[in-house]
């Protein structure tokens, strides 16, 4: 697969971050267009930095960007006349609905989600203008900050294993690490997981010493790998990178769509922005659904999981965990009888536990006999009475009636017999 982008070619047949990072190094000007059916983008290119992003598709328009972030109401928005085909978030800018610390911001977010759906095609084209200096515009953006940043916002954990590598093996800082390092402005929980890369060491090692959460420490150590400042132990060394300058970074932390907004590259921009209103927040986290409410601002200090946004300002109550995962808390004693509520006997009450392992016989608490038995009642019969007194009352009629009949009937006559002849009369 080519590292370096040539005229025209597949994208199947090109590593898209190593050719941007191409670009940087050599400090290069151009502009790469990509398409598929029903999809175009393209990214300009001037002396190593990202100046322009263009896209035909309209989830990743800048305006439509600051409306998800809650920093562009779409009601607004909605009552501007644009004319069509026009940049709606550079009309909400010189409407003053949105600052340009909030513009630039959305153009940033753009160039990466552009980026980052570029990389999920599976087909298409691309072509790239080598020498074109295109217009330079109030956006720029560092290519090491845009492969930082979306690796530090990716959820891909095929796209972090791809470009991380073996994960068994040692990693090594390229020459120039120092150098480079310093220039991304990373804060101190980043820089904690750096110094644990010292040639011995291989990627799961490091997650596995640092504090950090082990998917952010692997994405930050694909980043780096990417841009060439680690290598695996057995790769070649490479080139060293350019030193560029640029602006520091976002804290290395997990978010659910957007990081928060960091410093800018225009610091005079800011310094009258922050004059001329409340300065806001350094760090800015997306909101959820319209319906939700914002969350506060990411925790950026580094203690348990290290990396993880934390959404509550009081630290909750420490909670034990289970001694293993196979022991669970008891359950709760269901209160189903009446003698649950019995008066001197708490339900709560815990049962001694015989232990197999120490005794050879239950406690003799468990041997002896009821000092209070209970009279259960008899549990109640359900004879037959009703039914046999009717069959029997019934049995009876049918006797009587029938010795009634008997009696009225008439009784057959008895017929007289003649005398037989004796031995006299003859």
Request: hydrophobic share 40%; with cysteine.
């Amino acid at each position: 697969m080519r590292t370096a982008f040539e005229r025209e070619g597949d994208l199947r047949g090109v590593d898209l971050l190593a050719a941007f990072v191409a670009l940087w190094r050599g400090a290069e000007s151009g502009s790469v267009s990509a398409g598929r059916a029903g999809s175009r983008c393209a990214f300009d290119v001037l002396d190593g930095e990202l100046v322009g992003v263009s896209t035909s598709d309209p989830r990743f328009e800048t305006s439509a960007i600051l409306v998800r972030a809650g920093k562009l109401d779409a009601s607004a928005l909605e009552r501007l006349s644009v004319p069509e085909g026009s940049d709606r978030s550079l009309a909400a800018l010189q409407a003053g609905i949105v600052t340009k610390r909030e513009w630039r911001w959305g153009e940033k977010i753009r160039a990466i989600e552009v980026l980052a759906d570029l990389l999920t095609w599976i087909d298409g084209e691309y072509a790239f203008e080598s020498g074109a200096r295109p217009e330079p515009g109030e956006f720029r953006l560092a290519i090491p900050r845009l492969v930082l940043e979306l690796f530090l916002r990716s959820r891909d954990r095929n796209l972090i294993d791809h470009q991380l590598g073996p994960a068994d093996v040692p990693l090594v800082r390229a020459e120039n690490f120092d150098r480079e390092f310093s220039t991304f402005g990373l804060t101190a929980d980043a820089e904690s997981v750096v110094r644990l890369i010292d040639g011995r060491a291989s990627a799961a090692e490091i997650a596995r010493k640092a504090p950090a959460e082990d998917f952010a420490v692997q994405k930050l150590l694909a980043a780096l790998t990417t841009l060439g400042l680690v290598r695996p132990e057995y790769a070649p060394e490479e080139e060293p990178a350019r030193t560029v300058a640029i602006s520091a970074l976002p804290p290395l932390v997990e978010t659910r769509e957007e990081e928060p907004a960091s410093a800018l590259s225009d610091e005079d921009v800011i310094a009258e922005e922050e004059e001329a209103r409340k300065p806001e927040p350094f760090e800015e986290q997306f909101p959820g659904p319209p319906d939700m409410p914002a969350p506060p601002p990411l925790d950026r200090d580094l203690s348990g999981r290290g990396f993880e946004p934390r959404w509550e300002e009081t630290p909750a109550e420490p909670v034990e965990p289970p001694a293993s995962d196979w022991e669970m808390e008891p359950p709760a004693p269901e209160r189903d009888s009446p003698w649950d509520d019995r008066p001197g006997i708490p339900v709560s009450a815990e049962v001694p536990v015989w232990d197999q392992a120490s005794e050879l016989e239950p406690p003799e608490a468990l041997n002896r006999t009821l000092q209070y038995p209970v009279d259960l009642p008899a549990p109640e019969r359900r004879g037959m009475g009703p039914a046999i007194g009717w069959i029997l009352g019934l049995l009876v009629l049918a006797g009587a009636a029938f010795f009634v009949w008997r009696s009225r009937s008439p009784q057959p006559v008895p017929v007289a017999q003649a005398p037989s002849p004796t031995s006299a009369a003859i």
